[in-house]
């Protein structure tokens, strides 16, 4: 994609920088758990979409597309805590016991791995060996499953618009991941940029109705 993958990814850096930083303060005021776990994978996201740019602007190296892959894959789970964590302590402490372990044998694994022909634009996995690919599902699949069905649930139960903005952008960017190990690659950077959009105006709907005098935000709500 060339400079129009590396503008697309630095503008998703710089969202998810200013994402993670909010969240971060929230953080700071109530010092919450599930809201460190959303700082940290909102944080995992901007270093993802930095290494697109730096990778787009410059060219994809080894060490590159390794760090790449190993935060791209298991930035989702991490969001996926800190929506378990928010709406069940024990079940949140276990998905992260969960996502610590396989994200040690996965950090291994891709350590060790040898890269294949990196191209001028790589999404995806296209470059890792099979061997590495088969551990990405047991992070993508379980964290998108509970950013989108606890922040869809929650609108389901409470009407409160900030909800589905949330569960449409952690949609929009499993789409992206999803298509884009289909061999529809295109797609996962706009994905990425149009995802977090959406999800960091689902959280400024719900700064905003949290100010209000008369709101009452449920503790269910994932922001």
Do not use: C
Not at 190 to 215: C, N, T, W, Y
């Amino acid at each position: 994609m060339g400079l129009e993958g590396a503008a697309i990814s630095i503008a998703a850096a710089m969202i998810s920088v200013g994402f993670a930083a909010l969240v971060t303060n929230q953080w700071i005021e109530r010092r919450k758990p599930y809201q460190v776990a959303w700082s940290l994978g909102l944080v995992l996201y901007a270093i993802a979409a930095f290494t697109q740019f730096y990778a787009e602007a410059y060219g994809w190296t080894p060490n590159v597309y390794k760090v790449y892959y190993l935060v791209a894959a298991t930035l989702v789970a991490v969001l996926g805590v800190g929506s378990t964590l928010l709406v069940h302590r024990r079940a949140g402490i276990g998905f992260a016991l969960y996502t610590g372990v396989v994200f040690v044998g996965f950090a291994w694994t891709v350590a060790g791995a040898t890269v294949g022909t990196l191209q001028a634009s790589t999404p995806a996995g296209y470059a890792m060996p099979d061997t590495v690919r088969i551990w990405s599902p047991l992070f993508t699949v379980p964290g998108s499953v509970a950013l989108i069905g606890i922040a869809a649930y929650s609108y389901w139960r409470t009407r409160l618009a900030f909800n589905a903005w949330i569960a449409a952008g952690a949609l929009i960017v499993a789409v992206g991941g999803t298509l884009a190990r289909f061999d529809v690659g295109w797609f996962l950077y706009a994905a990425e940029l149009i995802g977090i959009a959406v999800m960091f105006r689902g959280f400024l709907v719900s700064q905003d109705l949290a100010k209000s005098p008369h709101s009452d935000v449920p503790q269910s709500a994932p922001l």
